[in-house]
């Protein structure tokens, strides 16, 4: 069994070099001269369809996705503890479905509690 | 001769397990090709297959010059795209922005070491199969975040933020779902998970389970309706704003994977992956992993883009509960009859999936060409 893992392992480390030979080609092009090379400041800056940016880009984003990865976090806590309880259902029967839940009964409070207040709101 | 053929595609698998003396190595170099064979050619005719299929659709002819049919559009494109100018913005956070193309290409590859493409003829048959693929396959979203952050730009910034936001959302129905053929099946095998669906695919015994699974999957790889993330006409490109050349044509190779990626675990999970009569179980996968992609297809041309509002609401308030109520559901139904459900349970389930739907949809209100939620 733990020589898929080691397949998996291998097969990582062709994706990954697969993936910087795709980036490095163009960089050994240019020296080929194949890949044109000819920056000029005004190539260089940030494009804003045309018109100058004002100010720092990294601003503040908006608040309202912090409620969201809140939300994720605890729900996909959940959600993991769901799967091994999926995978032996057949063994733990009612017991563990009455266990499984109750368990998520309880985060189910908190996710009821947000809709009503409005968190899951986007105004 | 045509049973012999068969009988080479039924045996080479076998031929090839990995726990045969001296045939580990082969099994992986084998098998590696073929993953990544697999994937850029299916990655070529999606992207061949999006554009005729979109063009047919909205009364256009699409690329019919180069090759024939315009089959090889998308290889043109890759040699016009790898002669082109790599442009490094003067304010850009150089590594990170260098290193997000590879970060969002690399794990949509790595998916494919779990697909079976017949009995057994998979590169490694992990027994945690379908969670590797959700967790390597959610690995991209930090590639995208990276690339929007370094880019210093404000849209890719804005592109990036609603990317996460989106993706983060729609895990959470998408991996109930995924539970739910777990429930099922008792393995997150994905051979396992085929076999399981010797006698009738799952998009049988689970309606619910695939609506879910393909509102959100399209939604998970950010195709249209749900392609907010470079709404071309709110923010220029998106996260890919600042990348030209080689590094633009991964993110794109990226995205086309990622489609490729859902629709062959779709495939895999609800339309019985290589099962199938007659023809070669090969030959079945594809078929139905282009069955999923062509429904894709089909809604991003029907259906207008959603607002950011309309998008979270449609996650959290609607395909969630769903499927919270759906694993349920079926677990008290696998409880009941621990041997294997009746088959008397598809019309059941068809009808529990299309009074659920209708039930939730009261919450919507339609009305004056806008879609609100109460």
Known sequence: MLETYGFVGLFIIVTLGFAAIMILLPVALRFLKVVPHHPTSVKNATFECGMETIGKTWVQFNFRYYFYALLFVALDVLVVFIYPWATQIRQLGYSGLFVIAAFMGIVLVGYLYAWKKGALEWN | ?374
């Open chain 2, 1 to 374: 001769m045509f049973t012999g053929i068969e009988n080479a595609f039924v045996n080479l698998p076998q031929a090839l397990k990995a726990d045969w003396p001296g045939n580990v190595w082969w099994h992986w170099v084998i098998f590696t090709l073929i993953a990544i064979v697999f994937f850029l050619g299916s990655v070529i005719m999606f992207i061949f297959m999006e554009r005729r299929v979109l063009a047919k659709m909205q009364a256009r002819i699409g690329p019919n010059r180069i090759g024939p049919f315009g089959l090889l559009q998308a290889i043109a494109d890759a040699v016009k795209v790898l002669t082109k100018e790599n442009i490094t913005p003067s304010n850009a956070d150089k590594i990170v922005f260098w290193l997000a193309p590879a970060i969002v290409f690399a794990p949509v590859l790595m998916v494919f070491a779990v697909v079976p493409f017949a009995n057994g003829a998979v590169l490694a048959d992990l027994n945690i199969g379908i969670l590797y693929a959700i967790a390597i396959g959610s690995l991209s979203t930090i590639g995208v975040f990276m690339a929007g952050w370094s880019s210093s730009n404000k849209y890719s910034t804005l592109g990036a933020m609603r990317m996460v936001a989106a993706v983060i959302s729609y895990e959470m129905p998408i991996v109930l779902t995924f539970a739910t053929i777990i429930v099922l099946t008792g393995s997150m095998s994905l051979n396992d998970i085929v076999i399981a669906q010797g006698k009738y695919w799952f998009i049988f015994s689970q309606p619910l389970g695939f609506f879910l699974a393909f509102v959100a999957g399209c939604a998970e790889i950010n195709r249209s309706p749900f392609d907010l993330m470079e709404a071309d006409s709110e923010i220029v490109a998106g996260f890919h704003t600042e990348y030209s050349g080689m590094k633009f044509a991964m993110f794109y190779l990226g995205e086309y994977g990622e489609a490729v990626v859902m629709s062959t675990i779709i495939a895999t999970l609800f339309l019985g992956g290589w099962q199938g009569p007659f023809l070669p179980p090969f030959v079945w996968l594809i078929g139905k992993i282009f069955f999923v992609f062509f429904l894709m297809i089909w809604t991003r041309t029907t259906l207008p883009r959603v607002r950011i509002d309309q998008l979270m609401k449609l996650a959290w308030k609607f395909l969630f509960p769903l499927a919270l109520i759906n694993l349920f559901a079926t677990g008290l139904e696998v409880l009941t009859f621990p041997n294997g459900l009746p088959w008397y349970f598809i019309p059941v389930n068809f009808g529990i999936g299309v009074v659920l739907v209708l039930l939730w949809s009261r919450l919507y209100k339609v009305g004056w060409g806008r879609i609100e939620i109460q």
